[in-house]
């Protein structure tokens, strides 16, 4: 198992996922802007059946994929610099449901999510603002994600973004802070520091799911918590 975070969340959150997998400590050099240059969710998205980069991830990460037998291949957009050109990894997924702008998803992408429903939203940034509990239940920090959702009756829960940390910028988002894996939720900080943290603990253990709290303090937007499970054979 392979745990893929930013590199610069914070110590003790990478101690405690080392205790579910092998941790890879994600960076990037001059390929996007700084602030989202270490986060997994810009340059990686996932399927059911594999992983899908960007075609200018950097090679050493690739060879990490191979020597773990981790099913990918390789988008057709390169990441870049400025918006939209940052967005095209940057969806939600769900065995039913794929969650995009999609004037800006990488086609590859779309081609290997292509026996799912595509679900328009207005933010491109949908995986850093988006996470599902489930394949009906999500979590959201944005209010345009949460009315399309609604649209499709699905259920939504929204949480401000308000008090996320995120290195540089007002605020983060609450996707970026979290990562779903083996019935467990996955979380860069602890719900107690924040004004929604009651609901936001009794909307986890509605849906049946382990709350694993990484450090004590506000949410961290570290773009998302990726576990990538070998699947391929030797």
């Known amino acids: 198992m392979l745990i893929v975070i930013d590199k610069r969340i914070p110590e003790i959150a990478k101690i405690h996922l080392s205790k579910y997998g092998k941790v890879i400590e994600f960076e990037t050099f001059n390929i996007t802007y700084p602030v989202i240059s270490c986060h997994p969710d810009i340059f990686f998205s996932q399927t059911e059946q594999k992983v899908i980069c960007a075609p200018n991830l950097p090679l050493s990460y690739l060879n990490i994929l191979k020597e ?46 292509s026996g799912l429903t595509f679900i328009e939203v207005p933010q491109a940034y949908t995986r850093c603002n988006l996470v599902a509990l489930s ?22 829960y929204y949480f401000s973004p308000e008090a996320i940390l995120l290195s540089e910028m007002k605020n983060g988002f609450i ?17 107690n520091f924040h004004s929604w943290g009651k609901q ?34 030797k």
């Open 200 to 233: 936001f603990r009794e909307v986890v253990a509605n849906e049946k799911l382990e709350l694993v709290c990484l450090y004590d303090g506000p949410f961290i937007d570290g773009g998302g918590i990726f576990f990538f499970e070998q699947t391929r054979q």
């Open 135 to 156: 394949n009906e239940t999500f979590i959201t920090s944005d209010k345009g994600i949460e009315s399309a959702l609604r649209k499709q009756n699905l259920n939504v």
């Open 68 to 113: 773990n037998l981790i099913a990918f291949c390789m988008g057709d957009k390169a990441v870049g610099k400025n918006y939209p050109e940052s967005v095209h990894y940057n969806c939600t997924l769900t065995e039913k449901h794929i969650f995009h702008r999609k004037e800006f998803t990488d086609s590859k992408l779309l081609e290997n999510a």
């Open 175 to 191: 996707g970026g802070a979290l990562g779903v894996y083996d019935k467990k939720l996955f979380v860069i900080g602890n719900p």
